[in-house]
């Protein structure tokens, strides 16, 4: 692999993708240690220092902490990360299936595809002000670093300070949004989903050096287990089962067509990351909702600040784990229709051997599906508590470097990447990483 990588620094065309892709990632993590105009610096970086010490707050942003790569609690520029895309990216696959003019414009092609995409640049705009407004405002209030007593702002009360903030973190999301679709046109592989990636990876050395510092037998432990979780992943990220499609032949004027063999294949994960995300989310409100009552005596206030405010409790394992099975199952259900394919297949000649076309294959696709999605479910859900098990079993960081999200995007973005790469020496040399 190494020889693969020095001959595609040979190729002029290819170097040059890589070398504008490295370009970018360094500029975009400039932003995210570039601290935004009206934070106080030194107070700051006081306040975030006691908050990693302390485990208690970790899990309270940790899903918007790990896709900033660290820079949320740094208030910095690129502070709020791909997180608003991502969310608006999710939030637009749910409207296609609810509203029909979203699903006529997928139905469109690449033209349709261009007006979705716009419409997620929108509400990724959106998302990033309400984000950054209610960010900056628990900064003001002291919220956003509980145990810490002094101002994270130069001047809590300037009215045009904090727009001035909105704005500038506003842009910043802008700003990332634009550099992964330059990664897209000019650079190797999805623009989106490295700038995901790198903002994972930049977390990694510094919580690798505090389990080290804290105890040297955990931190081996912590490395046999991730590299034994990264070849998990590995193995269940590249399980398919490959239904097989023949084409009949038919004639069109005086030419032949069809008489070809294919397969669709049906990945064991099919719904990707999508469903931690979607269990993640959900499971942040509860957070949410004790740290605005802290000090309320409600009945059930109390049981959710006992029961799922934090992730070493039985009942939020479950719940964490359940979520990720029904959102899985979600998830797949709107994103592949067996019925739909059926018609495409039959519209063109094709059919699966032994099985007749129209709704005799829409049902066994339906049946093959869900059973795939079942370990794919399970797969999810293990892979994800492996973090909170940890923490409670061990007392290990809450911030556990590798923790389930950030191996499966780990994973899966370094594979395609090199999938992207392989075919790009193939185009050249006909041959990729392996001779």
Known sequence: M????????????????????????????LGSVLPTPGVHVQNLAACFNQARADQDTGNIYGMVQLFSGG???????????????????????????????????????????AKITQYTRYLTIGLAVLQS??????????????????????????????????????????????????????????GMSILIFTQIVAVFPSELANIFQANKFTFAVVMVVGVFMIAAVVFVEQGQRRIPVQYAKRMVGRRMYGGTSTYIPLKVNQAGIIPVIFASSLLYLPQLVTSLFQTSDNVVIRWISQNLATGDTPIYMATFFLLIVFFTYFY????????????????YGGFIPGIRPGRPTAEYLNFVLTRLTTPGALYLGLISMVPIVALAIAGASQNFPFGGTSILIMVGVGLDTVKQVESQLQQRNYEGFLR
């Open 71 to 113: 820079a949320l609690l740094k208030l910095s520029v690129f502070a709020l990360g791909i997180m608003p895309y991502i969310t608006a990216s999710i939030i637009l696959q749910l409207l296609v299936v609810v509203i029909p003019r979203l699903e006529a414009l997928k139905k469109e092609g690449q033209s349709g595809q």
């Open 133 to 190: 407004t209610a960010f900056i405002a628990l900064a003001r209030t002291g919220q956003l670093f509980p145990n810490c007593q002094q101002d994270v702002l130069l001047d809590p009360d300037n009215i045009f300070q904090i727009v001035t903030m909105v704005v500038i973190m506003t842009a910043g999301t802008s700003v990332i949004m634009w550099l992964g679709e330059l990664i897209t046109d000019r650079g190797v592989g999805n």
């Open 332 to 347: 797949v259900s709107i994103t592949f229709n067996p019925t739909e394919v059926a018609d495409n297949m039959k519209k």
């Open 2 to 29: 190494l020889t693969a990588f020095t001959r595609a620094f040979r190729t002029p065309d290819l170097r040059k993708k890589l070398l504008f892709t490295l370009g970018i990632i360094a500029l975009f993590r």
